[in-house]
């Protein structure tokens, strides 16, 4: 007979071991994303974290962690940004109505769902069962992918996909798009990630 206890519990650790990964591969990937370096204390308590963006060229990503989750920074291209508005009927929240309050703050319910239109924010947890999204950021056909891709993001776990504005595409198991942090622009090319008041 099966053992259901161990079942679940490897599978808590599979999800676990997912997003443990994604945040492992920060510090490498963001030599130059040091300015700000609050306490251990006040990591664990949620400290908000300032960003230095002013090396991120267009089609560039960043990952900073955030309360111990992965938060994405990507400087869209121009023709990355066009396609976005096209994508809209092949989306399951394009507007992003669904859990405003928790998944999208107001002053990124727009078209982009950001800022400024070129810089995406996001937390790189799926929405499904939390595990964490790879970067499927180049256009064209690929494996696991329709032919149309635009670029995005692909969830290895169950299949779902979403585009460059961290919105969730039609019939996949995630039900919401990825959430936009709480963030601000401290300078043109500063943010800080886990704040938003004035
Ligand atoms: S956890 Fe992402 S599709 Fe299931």
Avoid at 38 to 47: N, R, Y
Avoid at 121 to 143: E, M, N, W
Avoid at 166 to 175: C, H, L, S, T
Wanted: charged share 25%.
């Amino acid at each position: 007979m099966s053992d259901t206890p161990i079942d679940s519990s490897k599978r808590t650790w599979i999800i676990t071991s997912a997003c443990a990964g994604a945040v492992g591969g920060v510090a490498t990937a963001v030599p130059f994303v040091s300015t700000f370096q609050p306490s251990e204390k006040a990591k664990a308590a949620g400290a908000a974290v300032e960003v230095d963006i002013s090396a991120l060229k267009p089609g560039e990503k960043v990952t900073v962690e955030w309360r111990g989750k992965p938060v994405w920074i990507i400087k869209r291209s121009p023709e990355q940004l066009a396609e976005l508005p096209a994508l809209d009927g092949q989306l399951a929240d394009p507007q992003s109505q669904r859990k405003p309050s928790e998944l999208t703050p107001e002053y990124a319910r727009n078209e982009y769902r950001s800022i400024k239109p070129e810089i995406m924010v996001a937390v790189g947890i799926c929405t499904h069962l939390g595990c964490s999204p790879v970067d499927k950021l180049q256009a064209g056909p690929q494996p696991s992918l329709p032919d149309d891709w635009k670029g995005g993001f692909l969830c290895p776990c169950h299949g779902s996909t979403f585009d460059l504005a961290g919105r969730v595409f039609k019939n996949k198991p995630a039900p919401d798009n990825l959430e936009v942090p709480p963030h601000k622009y401290l300078s043109e090319t500063k943010l800080l990630i886990g704040e938003d008041k004035a």
